[in-house]
């Protein structure tokens, strides 16, 4: 059973930063993608970025330059650096781990964190 469990969510001045932690135990973390997904209300719930096992990020182009996504795999945990932050970052960030399996059949999983409330007001 894979379980994510985020922490360093809070309330932040807009220009200030947070690094948002995602714990994954477990000895398998290392094949997993990891991303950090964030849902305001009122909107859909978008892909903030993302690391592969191997290392390749991707990131939303609203956050691009802002927010650096990476991995420790000794820990088990992946971070997401939220530098300059704006009243539209604003909003619950989640935690998702992806693998795909191969096999007899082909699936993915997909596995995800309680959320952490990131809030930029000043």
């Known amino acids: 059973q894979v379980q994510l469990v985020e922490s360093g969510g809070g309330l932040v001045q807009p220009g200030g930063s947070l690094r948002l932690s995602c714990a994954a135990p477990?000895?398998?973390?290392?094949?997993?993608?990891m991303g950090w997904y964030r849902q305001a209300p009122g909107k859909q719930r978008e892909l903030v970025a993302s690391i592969t096992s191997g290392g390749i990020t991707n990131y939303a182009n609203s956050v691009k330059g802002r927010f650096t996504i990476s991995r420790d795999n000794a820990k088990n945990t992946v971070y997401l650096q939220m530098n300059s932050l704006k009243p539209e970052d604003t909003a619950v960030y989640s935690c998702n781990a992806r693998i795909t399996v191969v096999g007899v059949s082909t699936r993915t999983y997909d596995y995800w964190g309680q959320g952490t409330q990131v809030t930029v007001s000043s």
């Open positions: 477990g000895s398998i973390f290392s094949i997993y993608t």
